[in-house]
């Protein structure tokens, strides 16, 4: 068993990232971080080690609540809705997890393009995580 979580250092990302490590642990589930990059010339040296470090903070952190995990940060040029999609059947996973961030009235019209793209196109049930207040 496996879950795919989308994993960007956001409030939203971190909500999402709590909730699958929650669930891999009461599931007794792998849990398969994906931190997805489009990469190309706005993608500088600077924020590829600022991402590196934040996922090496998660490993650890994973690491001492005893989460059976594997950490992986894509820059194939890709959309994160594909690469999340891509990776989730890959290793057949039984669902996946995204954050959801808060919207305005009339921004609850338009789900953010890549969260409509998993919920739509996902071959696997996903939950999606509303970040708390604050």
Same mark, same amino acid.
């Given at each position: ?11 939203? &990302? ?9 669930? /891999? ?6 849990? %398969? #971080? +994906? ?41 194939? &040029? ?9 990776? /989730? ?6 669902? %996946? #997890? +995204? ?36």
């Amino acid at each position: 068993m496996s879950i795919v979580v989308g994993y960007v250092p956001t409030k939203e &990302g971190r909500a999402a990232l709590r909730q699958a490590a929650d669930e /891999a642990l009461l599931r007794k589930s792998k849990l %398969i #971080v +994906i931190n997805s990059q489009r990469g190309g010339r706005d993608y500088d040296a600077g924020e590829a080690q600022q991402f590196e470090s934040e996922l090496n903070r998660i490993q650890r952190e994973l690491d001492e609540a005893g989460v059976q995990h594997e950490v992986r940060q894509l820059v194939r &040029g890709n959309e994160p809705a594909e690469d999340l999609i891509a990776v /989730a059947e890959e290793e057949d996973a039984d669902f %996946i #997890v +995204i954050g959801l961030r808060r919207r305005t009235p009339v921004g609850k019209l338009i789900l953010g393009s890549n969260a409509q793209r998993i919920l739509l196109d996902a071959s696997c049930p996903v939950l999606a995580v509303k970040a708390g207040e604050g």
